[in-house]
């Protein structure tokens, strides 16, 4: 495969229907792909900040976020280093932690927040598979807002524990 799933992702959005931060929403593609692509961690916080403060700024969601979820899943499939793996899902919780910044919400998106989380949703085993790595906190928290089954987290927890 010559694409990335995150840039077939990325690809297949009207990025420019969607509103961020500042009317940067024909940035954000770039900052996906160079996120997915960061070897570095100094690369992958370079463009993690071309993501935050744009698509979610402390906690207040844009209507950006709502693909940029998608494209985060995807990234997870893809072969990612260390450090841009744990930018995409600091990313992730960030977005599914998140609710309709306030002029999103007067445009009538107030339900922004629960829409990212029910599209972060469809990748839920995506994210279960971080707990067992160094991203296991970051994973935890992500699921701890997505996972509508209490009683499988808990046992999946449990499990990894060793208890």
Do not use: H
């Amino acid at each position: 495969m010559s694409k990335s799933f995150a840039d077939i992702e990325i690809g297949r959005v009207a990025w420019q229907q969607y509103r961020t931060a500042g009317d940067r929403s024909a940035q954000v593609p770039d900052a996906l792909r160079a996120l997915a692509a960061a070897v570095t961690e100094d690369d992958a916080f370079g463009a993690y900040w071309g993501l935050e403060n744009v698509v979610v700024i402390q906690g207040q969601l844009y209507s950006a976020a709502v693909p940029t979820v998608s494209v985060l899943l995807a990234a997870l499939l893809d072969e990612l280093s260390p450090d841009a793996r744990d930018l995409v899902l600091e990313l992730l919780q960030q977005i599914v932690r998140g609710e309709a910044e306030k002029e999103e919400a007067a445009l009538g998106d107030a339900d922004l927040g629960d829409r990212c989380r029910a599209a972060a949703r469809e990748g839920l085993w995506l994210v279960y598979r971080e707990l067992g790595t160094r991203r296991r906190e970051t994973a935890e928290a992500i699921l701890e807002r997505i996972e509508p089954d209490r009683a499988r987290l808990t046992a999946y927890l449990k499990g990894l524990r060793g208890k």
